[in-house]
């Protein structure tokens, strides 16, 4: 069983920045893709950002140019930078990883809450 634990949600003013983070309790070179993912009420969960085990990136268009994935093999965690932030940013984030073999895992996903 693969546990992520996300962190680092909030409430921020529109323009300002937060780091979430997701914790994995395994050794993240052993997962495939991990990325995270946001849903805001009454919308589907869509994909944000994504890492691969190369270190390749994917972000939504939306969030491009503000938005940076990165991974920090000793902590076994993955961040998500966000800057310039926008009220459209706001809903629940949630952190996944794809593991060859195994499936997909879920955080249990962390709030961002942007006023303006």
């Known amino acids: 069983q693969v546990q992520l634990v996300e962190s680092g949600g909030g409430l921020v003013q529109a323009g300002g920045s937060l780091r979430l983070s997701c914790a994995a309790s395994?050794?993240?070179?052993?997962?495939?893709?991990m990325g995270w993912y946001r849903q805001a009420p009454g919308k589907q969960r869509d994909l944000v950002a994504s890492i691969t085990s190369a270190d390749g990136t994917n972000y939504a268009d939306s969030v491009k140019g503000r938005f940076t994935i990165s991974k920090d093999y000793a902590k076994n965690t993955v961040y998500l930078q966000m800057n310039s932030l926008k009220p459209e940013d706001t809903a629940v984030y949630y952190c996944?990883?794809?593991?060859?073999?195994?499936?997909?895992?879920w955080g249990q996903g962390t709030q961002v809450t942007v006023s303006s």
């Open positions: 395994i050794h993240i070179f052993s997962i495939a893709t």
């Open positions: 996944s990883a794809h593991i060859q073999g195994l499936g997909g895992y």
